[in-house]
């Protein structure tokens, strides 16, 4: 019976995953196209002075994703889909050290966005309440993760 609920458990680690790499990839672009609709709603406004802004907001986001969908797709499932030790402990690098970066980059591009004054029914106003909304839940999916990553046990293999 103890093996039943570790092999759920390791099946639930890796559907949490899958989920933490869309909504992080999902953050990602819409913190991207609030600053793209800024831009097009502005004219005289150059995208190029918001590069960085969105590079330190929609890295972490992307890197984050991006790991987690390649130790997802090099995962063999094992005994009752109990993932591999080698993937439970990336996974738990991948959530632990992306967390802090996706908070803090995703937070502080995120604020730069409101402070430039958008009006809610624009195009980029309304990208960025949604932004609110797929920060929090990629940042919230990627605790979750971290934390069944480490209550997670794995066979001696």
Not at 71 to 97: H, Y
Request: proline fraction near 4%.
């Amino acid at each position: 019976m103890r093996s039943t609920k570790v092999g759920s458990a390791g099946g639930r680690l890796i559907r949490l995953a899958v989920l933490d790499a869309v909504l992080a990839t999902a953050a990602a672009a819409n913190l991207t196209l609030v600053y793209l609709l800024y831009t097009v709603d502005q004219p005289g406004s150059s995208l190029a002075g918001f590069v960085p802004i969105m590079a330190i907001g929609s890295v972490p986001f992307l890197v984050t994703g991006g790991l987690l969908a390649w130790v997802i797709r090099n995962e063999r499932p094992s005994e009752g889909d109990q993932p591999s030790r080698q993937a439970v402990s990336r996974l738990r690098m991948i959530t632990g050290f992306g967390l802090p970066f996706m908070i803090l980059g995703g937070l502080w591009s995120g604020l730069a966005a409101a402070l430039l004054g958008l009006e809610q029914d624009s195009a980029a106003g309304f990208a960025l309440t949604l932004y609110q909304f797929t920060f929090l839940a990629a940042v919230f999916v990627d605790t979750i993760t971290l934390v069944v990553a480490l209550r997670t046990r794995t066979s001696h293999q």
